[in-house]
């Protein structure tokens, strides 16, 4: 790989998908990619009908539904997929030594950390390394249940485990010899601070000493930029601050140039705050450090507002973003409804997925239509979002609307630009809205007052909530607790309230998106009220 953001780009490409029955016949057996359209036995409209799970990974060949033992040879090539890379995989001969981690004493008696703490009996706050957690918790009867996720024409359930979080009775790294170093990449997100905070206080309590901030992302591993030594004294009161103290930006030096950086600091355990392309940087990294016999720990913590993360329930900084989403929608809601025949829409993040936007509308009950990537709409026409706006200008005299980044770029000139981590770089679809609205009321010869908010930067910069402190909390202990356990090239997640670790490229196939079948996205057009735009 040339750079990171080629690394990016090899692992974000849209991905061979794992075989997913699709109910839409029952001829015979069908499968459809991770993301397709699927044509509505009542409608003629063409959805399209995302799969984010599980299910849906690469494999050499389709799942043979008439080998009676297909179920077992699934869970184990599930299992073979979420087996965590381990220092012993590579070294086979690596010590263990007791945890320096135990919360019935926090003050080490002597200096040296690695022979751990005397208690005179066990302390029960560890994770046994065979603690699972139950990665879907919904049996599905039918391939038609809103929402289901099927692997076989039958909805047969099958039983996928995944890795649990937490510290482990034995650890791989002595605390006095590890250099750890964090490093925050992509853009701005509420909460960055909060995980970067626990990870200092957790390495200093495992007995670390030498904890340093890699500046501006991947940026900081060149050789212009000096690294910030960190301790509990500097992130003390960071989070009670918003963005990142270490500051944050997209693309950096080439994965080799990275490595040798980290071999010249000494550094042997890393933390990777950022979203799917920060990851597949951290794994290009991981795999490099284990191609040069490096006794290194990359560890990651999925940072995306967008909360478009494969396999977790949600990630730091969604639940911050729809809370000050709240305040543009109101805002937008006053001015729609205090104007003649006022109309206020709002632009929220949301790349490739509609959580934020859905979210949003669904906690506000203010808005009228919310519009996703995931979800095709006309603008004009007799089915239109223009047609349904004027209808209710008539009915009710004013209007608000949601629309997510990501959502009609169709609608928009294509530029090919790029940003540094190879992302295209959208049209604004909100401003486009906006003077097509104006545009469509103005030759109807009754023009509408249209207000448009994009509260993007605002949301971006602001401080984590309670809800996400507490997740980031968790997420910077987790993570250390991965590291000093000699996992690697891996991160660290939420999955049915519990924490987990999962393999970084099984997180990073493709973004997750929202399912327009799902139960929670049929509860925002119920409080919308919104028609189908097509």
């Keep these: 790989m040339d750079s990171i953001s080629s690394a990016i780009a090899s692992n974000l ?50 799942i043979d539904f008439s080998d009676p033992d297909w179920k077992i040879k699934y869970e184990k090539d599930f299992e073979t997929r979420f087996h965590l890379p381990h220092l012993t995989d590579v070294y086979a001969d690596a010590g263990s030594y007791p945890s320096t981690f135990c919360l019935r004493m926090r003050t080490p008696v002597n200096e040296d950390f690695a022979e751990g703490y005397p208690s005179d009996e066990k302390w029960h706050g560890y994770i046994n390394n065979n603690d699972r957690v139950l990665l879907k918790v919904i049996r599905y009867s039918s391939p038609t249940s809103a929402g289901a996720e099927c692997i076989d024409p039958n909805c047969t359930w099958l039983e996928q485990w995944v890795h649990r979080a937490g510290p482990r ?30 990870i200092v206080i957790t390495l200093e309590i495992y007995g670390v000493k030498n904890i340093v901030g890699i500046p501006f992302g991947y940026r900081g591993f060149g050789k212009e930029l000096a690294e910030m030594p960190l301790s509990r004294k500097v992130v003390q009161n960071v989070h009670l601050s918003g963005g990142s103290l270490l500051g944050v930006s997209r693309g950096g030096p080439n994965v080799s140039e990275i490595v040798d ?41 999925p940072k995306t507002i967008d909360n478009d993360i494969l396999l977790m329930d949600k990630t730091f900084g969604f ?70 706006l004027e209808y209710l200008l008539e009915t009710k005299g004013s209007a608000v609307v949601c629309v997510a980044e990501g959502a009609g770029q169709n609608f928009l000139e294509k530029t090919n630009a790029k940003d540094a981590s190879g992302n295209i770089v959208f049209g604004d679809i909100g401003v486009h809205i906006q003077q097509e609205t104006k545009k469509f009321f103005k030759d109807h010869g009754n023009p509408a007052d249209v207000k448009y908010i994009d509260p993007t930067y605002m949301i971006r910069a602001c401080r984590a909530n309670a809800s996400d402190g507490i997740l980031c909390t968790v997420l910077g202990q987790n993570a250390v607790h991965g590291a000093f356990a000699g996992y690697s090239g891996i991160t660290v997640g939420i999955c049915n309230t519990h924490y987990v670790y999962l393999p970084i490229p099984e997180v990073i196939s493709y973004p997750k998106v929202l399912d ?10 119920t409080s919308t009220g919104q028609p189908d735009f097509v």
């Design 13 to 62: 490409l849209f991905p061979a998908t794992k075989p997913l029955y699709d109910h839409s016949t029952t001829s015979s057996l069908s499968f459809s990619p991770a993301i397709h359209t699927l044509k509505s036995k009542n409608s003629s409209r063409t959805r399209l009908l995302t799969r984010a799970s599980s299910e849906i990974k690469s494999v050499s060949s389709p």
């Design 261 to 301: 950086s980290m071999e010249e600091r000494g550094i042997n355990m890393l933390f990777v705050l950022g979203g799917n392309g920060t990851h597949a940087g951290a794994n290009a990294i991981h795999d490099e450090c284990r191609k040069r016999q490096l006794k290194v720990a990359v560890v990651g913590v």
């Design 319 to 388: 639940d911050t973003a729809v809370e000050e989403a709240q305040r543009a929608i109101n805002s937008a809601y006053i001015e729609a409804h205090s104007a003649y025949r006022g109309i206020g829409i709002v632009k929220l993040m949301g790349r490739s997925s509609g959580f934020i936007a859905m979210q949003a509308s669904l906690a506000s009950g203010q808005i009228d239509v919310c519009l996703i990537p995931e979800v095709p709409f006309h603008l004009h026409g007799p089915h239109g979002v223009l047609r349904h």
């Design 516 to 525: 327009p079948n799902s139960r929670m996205w049929h509860r925002c057009l």
């Design 169 to 198: 009775e034995k650890i791989y790294y002595k605390p006095e010899n590890v250099k750890a170093a964090i490093v925050t990449c992509g853009g701005l997100c509420p909460g960055l601070n909060d995980v970067i905070r626990q």
